[in-house]
């Protein structure tokens, strides 16, 4: 497994190893113990999410307030553009963001810790998006930043749409970070 650090503390791109030839491919997706070896972290997962987004759905930015959740987040088909900010009171890169591509090709995953707002943009004609959390969905405490705020100024790569991006009412209100 490779881990590379990202510009924003404890937000980690995960490789794992994977095993081609003619029929197909092989990769163990998560492991707990080469987890913990290979980042630090001792994480214990209690959910499992799977999604399907077509093209230009563009989902979050989520966090909750109570309950934060630390997410391994992974596409199993499709590529979207996976995007993390930092919500973490007191930490040097409150505010700051960083994104990834991932995809069923390049098989990364992202680590997303406890206390980051989340979300992605579907680039290809759909995708299966699958994320394991660190702590249950309270949608009492859930909330959505917006995906567009100036002051975070997430870079989404929006040429790539065939138009404006498709948002939920609960994304559509989301709110400013100020």
Known sequence: MKVTATRIPGLLIIEPKVFGDARGFFMESFNAQVFREATGLDVDFVQDNHSRSAKGVLRGLHYQIQHPQG????VVKGRVFDVAVDLRQGSPSFGQWDGVELSEDNHRQLWVPAGFAHGFVVLSDSADFLYKTTDYYAPQFERSLAWNDPTVGVAWPLHELD?????SAKDQAGKALA
């Not at 997410?71 to 992974?74: A, D, I, N, S, T």
């Not at 138009?163 to 948002?167: A, C, I, K, Q, W």
């Open 163 to 167: 138009g404006p991006p498709l948002l």
């Open 71 to 74: 997410k391994l987040v992974r």
